[in-house]
């Protein structure tokens, strides 16, 4: 698979395990963004990162820790989570072209289950 | 901060008829307003954006409309097929480098009937 990649697609935990989420993007982008999107909700904006800096913590709880390590690599760590976490967590990524306009590449997502 | 209205949450048409999903936004300094399709479990895909400098942009098909002072903007799909059936979510975001902080709507389920 090309573009944007997540593992795992689906995961199932309880709300004392520690899992963490992975995204990579094989497109040379500069721009990386977490997602969570919820039935009958828009998709949220969880974080932002630009150049391994993070731009954007949208009011997101501390129980999810983000971590960049380089311009490719996205993880979302998760901690003492909550059964209204069950989410689709999404991936993306973009170039960030500024005032040019910015197609944001999405990954396949990570189904979770918070039991 | 930005808030984005999508109406309506489900519209059904008819093969070859034409669809309008509208939107509203607060933030009158937002300038990039690109709309996603979502096909049922797969993952967003920008169909068409435009930016505040435009009035309108049209790509075959698909055409997307903003009003900068009523502060919305449409997208407008002629000649629907049956695979046009997505859920399609408008967003607007301000431009500035640093990421693109994208405010989405709720998403609107287009289901062409054959």
């Known amino acids: 698979e090309t573009g944007v990649t997540q593992t795992p697609r689906h995961l199932v935990m309880g709300m004392t395990n520690k899992k963490s989420l992975k995204c990579e993007q094989h497109l040379g982008h500069n721009a990386m963004y977490w997602y969570k999107q919820s039935a009958k909700k828009p998709l949220e904006l969880m974080f932002v990162?630009?150049?391994?800096?993070?731009?954007e913590n949208n009011s997101v709880p501390s129980r999810f820790s983000p971590e960049c390590p380089n311009s490719s690599h996205l993880f979302l760590h998760l901690h003492t989570l909550q059964p209204e976490d069950s989410a689709l967590y999404l991936c993306?990524?973009?170039?960030?072209?500024?005032?040019?306009?910015?197609?944001?590449?999405f990954g396949p997502g990570t189904r979770l289950t918070v039991l | 901060g930005e808030n984005v209205e999508q109406h309506p949450s489900t519209l059904s048409v008819q093969e070859g008829d034409s669809a309008v999903i509208k939107c509203t936004y607060s933030d009158s300094a937002s300038n990039y307003f690109p709309w996603y399709k979502q096909e049922l479990g797969k993952r967003p895909q920008l169909i068409i954006d435009i930016r505040s400098n435009v009035g309108e942009k049209k790509d075959q098909r698909i055409a997307v409309t903003l009003n900068k002072t009523a502060k919305h903007f449409s997208l407008h799909i002629t000649e629907t097929q049956p695979e046009d059936s997505a859920v399609y979510f408008c967003a607007a975001s301000i431009l500035t480098g640093g990421g693109n902080k994208l405010t989405f709507g709720t998403g609107t389920q287009l289901k062409v009937e054959l």
């Open positions: 990162y630009n150049f391994k800096e993070q731009t």
């Open positions: 993306a990524s973009s170039q960030d072209r500024g005032l040019a306009g910015d197609e944001q590449f």
